[in-house]
């Protein structure tokens, strides 16, 4: 389920290789069906940016499905800007009792920030997608993979940082074929939201 902020444009397609690449298309190359859910509802614009502590209340007040059980379903609020000066994105309900149903990404801040938007905007939402699947930071001591271009990856950490342009010359808008294992092949309660 997807709700937007009040002047905020959705991300559009990315061309890539010939291919337009979505949200949606990146989703579903990882193995999942993908079905927008509910009705979108504006979110009044929020000039100042949007406070860490605020987006559960706003998911709560806006998302259509349920949030009270454990389902297959992820909400993201498209928002202009966080008051965290820098902040592109975030899985914002890690401590309620059912964490990792939302995720928070932040366009305007990206817009301003990212030499190609779009493309920063796909791999920003689906990096948060991800983290509500369980999915960590590639770059994190488990993990250990610094090098990679997954979606889990920060293309400013990549290689050990200072290699952004060299992560973007990589990246093809996937996740590692570990990270994929998990997500089609894990236990339900490992990969489901909630």
Same mark, same amino acid.
């Given at each position: ?12 397609? =990315? ?6 690449? %979505? ?8 193995? =999942? ?7 979108? %509802? ?20 806006? #998302?259509? #499905? ?83 271009? %997954? =979606? ?22 996937? =996740? ?13 309660? #490992?990969?489901?939201?909630?």
């Amino acid at each position: 389920e997807i709700e937007t902020e009040q002047g905020v444009d959705d991300p559009v397609g =990315f061309d890539f290789q010939g291919r337009e690449v %979505s949200i949606q298309s990146c989703l579903v190359d990882a193995g =999942f069906e993908v079905k927008e859910a509910g009705e979108k %509802s504006p979110i009044p614009a929020h000039p100042r940016g949007w406070g860490l502590s605020e987006l559960h209340t706003l998911m709560q007040d806006f #998302a259509a #499905a349920e949030l009270g059980e454990r389902l297959w379903e992820l909400h993201l609020l498209m928002l202009a800007r966080s008051d965290q000066e820098g902040l592109l994105g975030v899985m914002f309900d890690e401590t309620e009792v059912l964490p990792r149903q939302g995720v928070a990404v932040f366009a305007e801040e990206i817009r301003a920030r990212a030499p190609e938007p779009d493309r920063k905007l796909i791999q920003t939402t689906v990096h948060e997608l991800g983290h509500a699947l369980n999915l960590a930071h590639r770059l994190e001591r488990v993990v250990g993979r610094a090098d990679s271009t %997954s =979606f889990m990856n920060y293309d400013w950490r990549y290689g050990g940082g200072n290699k952004r342009d060299e992560f973007w010359s990589r990246f093809a808008f996937t =996740f590692d074929p570990d990270e994929l294992a998990f997500l089609r092949h894990a236990p339900r309660s #490992a990969v489901i939201p909630g």
